[in-house]
C-alpha cells in the first residue's frame, strides 16, 4: 500500500487517530526523549512490556507521531498480530516500507541494505507471539543500519542486550502531580511508568468512553466515587475499562459496581484459585473480559467466538459466510454485530467504517472460547473456503472492467489470504493447497506482494503436485513473479516447466500464456531475437476475462516492448495499440498501464513530447492505483527521458530520483535488463549535460526528499503536455 504523508510530506504509514487518547503525560514526555535521535547514548530498542489492554499501542503510535518530525525517512507502523506463523516478520516489516514488490534476496539483507544510510523509526507492535523473529531481526539490523529505532511493543521484552524496557502501568485513579520525572536508567534497565499521567487517568478515560457510547452518564460529584470504585476493581487497565463503560446503556452505575463486585476475585483470590498463569493484571483482564463475555447473549458469545479466526479485519458478508450456522442464521449476524460494536468487543476499522476488528486481547479470548466449543478447526477451514473462493473469483475476473476493485480487495484482505494459505498449506491437503496458491499466487503477483506469492508458490510446487489447470496456473504465476523480481535463472526453469504442463494439459490458450513466460526471460536477458522468435508465435485468440485473459494480453505487451527495444517503433506501436484498445474495451487497467508506458517510449522515440508526456503521466496513475509500484518506477524513466528531451532537465532529475527510490525499494534496478538500464543512464548522463552537476544534485537531492506518494502526484501533473 502508499505510505501516507503528514502535511508536512513526511514519509510514513501511522495509521490515523480515530478516538482521543487519555492520560499518559509523563510516559509520552519519557518517550519523547528515548526516541530522539540527537540524543547521545540512547538505545537504538525501546520496548514497552506491559499486560494485554494496558493500552500499549495506542501508547506507541501517539510516541511515534510525536518523534516523527526528527525522523526525515519516515515512523514506519508494523503490526505483527496478524501473523499466525513464524518467520513472517521480516516479510511484514518489508511490506510496511514498500520493500516487498521485488528481489529474492533474504529479507534482512533487504532491510539491512535499504535502512543502511536511512534514518527512520520503525514500530514492531504486538511483539509477543513472535518473539524470537522480532529479536533475531532487530540484532541483525542494528549493526547495519545506524540510524533507525525501533520501538516495540510486547508482554515479553526482547531480550536484545541494548534493549531499553519501559514497562507500561495501568492508567492511575490518583498518583503524583504533573512535573518532571527523574533521569531515566541505563540502557537494558527496567523502567517503569508507575505513576505516569496526571490524576483520574483511568476515570476520565471511562467518562469519555462511556459519553462516546452515548450512554447518558455525567462525571459529576455524585458518580465520581462510584465510577472511581468500578475504575479500581478493574485495576486502572484502559481495555477493561473501556468494555465496562460501554454497558452503561443497559446498566446503572450502580448495578455495573455490583456486578463487577460479584464477578471480579480480588488479586488474593485470584492467587488461592490459581486462576491464570502470569501477571495479576493480566489476569484481571482476562476476567474482564470474561465477564463482558458473560453479559452477552449465547448467540453474541458464539459470534464473538466465531469471528476470532479473521485477521486484519472483516467486513459483514465475510461474517455472514464464515461464522453462520446452527443457532446462528447468517441473516442475524449484522445486528449482533452492532451489538458487539455497542459493547467495543468488536470495533469499527481506523479507515474503512465498513470493515471490522477485534483487538488481540479480544480475538485471544474468543479463540480460546472457539477451541472450548470444538469449532476451532471447523471454522478454520470455512474461512479457508471463504478466502479461497474470494481468490478464485478475483482470477476468474481479473481481465475485466472490475480488475480495479479486485485488487482492492487484494490489499484489504492481504492478511486474511495469508491467513487462509497458512491453513491449506497447514492441512497437508496437496489439491486444495495447490488450488488455493494458484488464485492467491497471481493475485498477489499482480497487485504487488511477489515475496508472499514465491513463498506460498515454492511451498506447493516442491511438494510434486498433480499435472492439470491448477499446475499450469500456479507455474505461470511463479515464472511471471521470477520475472518481476529480475531472478531470470529462475524465471527460465519455471518457464520451461509451465509451458511442458500446458502443454501436457492441451489448452492452446494455456500454451499462450506460457510463451510470455518463456518469451519474457528471453527478453530480459537481451536475446532480442530469440524473444521474438517465442513472442511472434503466440497464436491471437479471442482473450478471456480470467487469468489466462491477463496472460495473452502480456504475451503481447511483451512482444511490443521486444519490437521497441529493436527498434522496430511501427510494429512496437501496433502491438501497443491493440493491447490498449482491447483493455479499453475490457476496463481492466494492468495490461493498459504498460500499454500506455511502451506508447509512451514510442512517442519519445519519434520526437512526440507532448503524447509521450501525455501517455507516460496515465500509465503512472494507472500503476499506482494497482499497487504496481515497478510499472511507476519504469514508466519515471521514461517521462524523465521525455521531460529533458523538452527542456526541464530539474524537473527530469527530481523524476528520476524519485523513480531510484522506487527501483532502490523493488531491489534489482530496471529487472536486470541491460537494454532498460542502458537507457536510463543514458538519461542521467543528458541530465547532467543540460543542467550540470551541480543543479543536478541539487534536483535530484529534492526528487528524493519526495514520499512515494508525493512522487507520483509530482509525475502526474500535467505541465501543458511539456
Known sequence: MPENTTAEGRSGNLPPETRSFVGRRRELARLDRLLDPARTGRSPLVTLVGTGGVGKTRLALNAARRASPRYPDGVWFVELSPLRAQGLVGFAVVEALRLADQSTSPVTEVLADWLADKEALIVLDSCEHVLRDCADLVRALLPAAPGVRFLATSREHLGHPSELRVEIDPLPLTGAEDGEDGEDGEDGEDLGGRGGGRPGDALDLFAQRAAEARTGFVLDEETAALAAAVCRRLDGIPLAIELAAARLGELSLGELDERLGERLPSPLDLLAAGLDEGPLRH??????????????????????????????????????????????????????????????????????????????????????????????????????????????????????????????????????????????????????????????????????????????????????????PDLVRALWARAAVALLQGDLDSAERWAAVCTASAVEQGDPVAVVGAAYVTGGHLLLRG????????????????????????????????????????????????????????????????????????????????????????????????????????????????????????????????????????????????????????????????????????????????????????????????????
Open 283 to 468: 489476569r484481571t483482564l482476562r476476567t474482564a473480559i470474561g465477564w463482558s463475555h458473560e453479559l452477552c447473549a449465547p448467540v453474541e458469545r458464539l459470534l464473538w467466538a466465531r469471528l476470532s479466526v479473521f485477521t486484519g479485519g472483516f467486513d459483514l458478508a465475510a461474517a455472514e459466510d464464515v461464522c453462520s450456522g446452527g443457532p446462528l442464521p447468517a441473516g442475524r449476524i449484522e445486528a449482533l454485530l452492532e451489538r458487539l460494536v455497542e459493547q467495543s468487543i468488536v470495533l469499527r476499522h481506523r479507515t474503512d467504517p465498513r470493515r471490522f476488528q477485534l483487538l488481540d486481547s479480544v480475538r485471544d479470548f474468543g479463540g480460546d472460547w472457539l477451541r472450548a466449543l470444538g469449532e476451532e478447526r471447523t471454522l478454520r477451514l470455512r474461512h479457508l473456503d471463504h478466502y479461497r473462493s474470494l481468490a478464485r473469483a478475483g482470477c476468474t475476473e481479473w481481465n475485466t472492467g472490475r480488475q480495479l476493485q479486485w485488487c482492492e480487495r487484494v490489499i484489504t484482505e492481504h492478511d486474511n489470504l495469508r491467513t487462509a494459505m497458512d491453513c491449506a498449506l497447514s492441512e497437508r491437503d496437496g489439491p486444495t493447497a495447490l488450488r488455493t496458491a494458484a488464485d492467491i499466487g497471481f493475485l498477489w503477483r499482480h497487485c504487488g506482494y511477489l515475496r508472499d506469492a514465491q513463498h506460498c508458490l515454492d511451498q506447493v510446487l516442491t511438494a510434486d503436485p498433480a499435472p492439470g
Open 527 to 722: 536475446r532480442l531475437g530469440e524473444a521474438l522468435v517465442v513472442l511472434a508465435a503466440a497464436d491471437l485468440l479471442p482473450v478471456r476475462d480470467d487469468w489466462l485473459g491477463s496472460a495473452q494480453l502480456q504475451v503481447r505487451l511483451a512482444l511490443s516492448l521486444n519490437h521497441l527495444l529493436r527498434g522496430e517503433l511501427a510494429g512496437a506501436r501496433a502491438v501497443a495499440d491493440e493491447v490498449r484498445a482491447e483493455s479499453t474495451r475490457r476496463g481492466e487497467r494492468w495490461a493498459g498501464a504498460f500499454a500506455d508506458c511502451f506508447l509512451a517510449q514510442i512517442d519519445l522515440a519519434e520526437g512526440d513530447l507532448s503524447a509521450a508526456a501525455r501517455n507516460a503521466r496515465t500509465a503512472v496513475v494507472a500503476h499506482s492505483l494497482l499497487n504496481s509500484t515497478l510499472g511507476v518506477a519504469h514508466t519515471l524513466d521514461i517521462l524523465a527521458s521525455t521531460v529533458v528531451a523538452a527542456g526541464d532537465g530539474r524537473r527530469a532529475a527530481r523524476l528520476l530520483a524519485v523513480g531510484q527510490r522506487i527501483w532502490e525499494r523493488l531491489g534489482k534496478a530496471q529487472m536486470q535488463s541491460p537494454d532498460l538500464i542502458s537507457a536510463r543512464r543514458s538519461c542521467e548522463d543528458l541530465v547532467q549535460e543540460k543542467i550540470g552537476t551541480e543543479a543536478y544534485a541539487r534536483a535530484y537531492a529534492e526528487g528524493l526528499a519526495m514520499s512515494y506518494e508525493r512522487g507520483v502526484a509530482y509525475a502526474a501533473e500535467d505541465l501543458h503536455d511539456t
